[in-house]
């Protein structure tokens, strides 16, 4: 994952998302932006779900931002991620997979809890300047 770090435009890290569900589910997390490695700003996750779905959770999560007009769309502070987007979860080799999708690649590492989902769901960002 080092090379997403080196090489992206910028990102932004959510160290405690927790999520909950049964039925209808959410997810919130508060985070840090960051571009070309200083910190920009702050931003808070917020998910809403919706399927089949039991248990809680708490993970982490990076978004990078592949270019400069992604890093801007998030920095406008109305960044959404429909449900069609995918992220990774964070295990030995697992960024080999990993590609950006219209300029954003999404990292998740479990912390925590016990998840079981098959859902549709779409997380909104909002975004503080420094």
């Known amino acids: 994952m080092q090379a997403y770090f080196d ?7 959510y160290p405690d998302v927790g999520k909950a ?3 209808i589910g959410g997810a919130h997390g508060s985070g840090l932006g960051f571009e070309q490695g ?14 089949f779905q039991l248990g809680a959770q ?11 007009a992604a890093m ?3 920095k406008q502070g109305n960044f959404e991620l429909g449900a ?3 992220a990774v979860a964070v295990t030995l080799g697992a960024s080999a997979d990993a590609d950006y999708t219209d300029g954003v690649a999404v990292f998740t590492l479990a912390k925590g809890g016990l998840m ?8 909104k960002f909002s975004f503080k300047p420094k």
């Open 116 to 123: 079981y989902e098959a859902t549709v769901a779409g997380q």
């Open 84 to 86: 069609q987007a995918s």
């Open 21 to 23: 569900g049964m039925g």
């Open 72 to 74: 801007d769309d998030f």
């Open 58 to 68: 708490l993970y982490q999560e990076i978004i990078f931002f592949e270019n400069k």
């Open 38 to 51: 200083e910190i920009i700003g702050s931003s808070k996750l917020t998910q809403l779900s919706f399927g």
């Open 7 to 13: 090489k992206a435009q910028g990102y932004a890290v």
